[in-house]
Nanobody, 124 residues
Framework: QVQLVESGGGLVQAGGSLRLSCAASGRTFSNNAMGWFRQAPGKEREFVATISWSGTSTLYADSVKGRFTISRDNSKNAVYLQMNNLKPEDTAVYYC?????????????????WGQGTQVTVSS
């Protein structure tokens, strides 16, 4: 069974940091672009960051650029999201996802494997 499992979420004060991890099992995702999305209460799921299959290319939403860093370790079949200088508006459930293709994708429809999500809450 193919699974993506996120971890590392929690409660943090504004200005703090968290590192999210996404562990994949059931198949390798080393040939797929990977992404992070988030969904706040009452809002649609939105793109946060994506990384190419090789890890050499990344793309970020303007709202997190300069504060978040996406990375991957294909030897561990894992993807990470380092989040620094967190703001209350970053509060959301964060989802890891695997794209159908190798290269950077922003749209949700480009991703066909999703994790269950991990809650990130930033207090002011």
């Amino acid at each position: 069974q193919v699974q993506l499992v996120e971890s590392g979420g929690g409660l943090v004060q504004a200005g703090g940091s968290l590192r999210l991890s996404c562990a994949a099992s059931g198949r390798t995702f080393s040939n797929n672009a990977m992404g992070w999305f988030r969904q706040a209460p009452g809002k649609e799921r939105e793109f946060v960051a994506t990384i190419s299959w090789s890890g050499t290319s990344t793309l970020y939403a303007d709202s997190v650029k300069g504060r978040f860093t996406i990375s991957r370790d294909n030897s561990k079949n894992a993807v990470y999201l380092q989040m620094n200088n967190l703001k209350p508006e970053d509060t959301a459930v964060y989802y890891c996802a695997a794209a159908r293709v190798r290269y950077l994708k922003v749209g949700r429809d480009e991703y066909d494997q999703w994790g269950q999500g991990t809650q990130v809450t930033v207090s002011s």
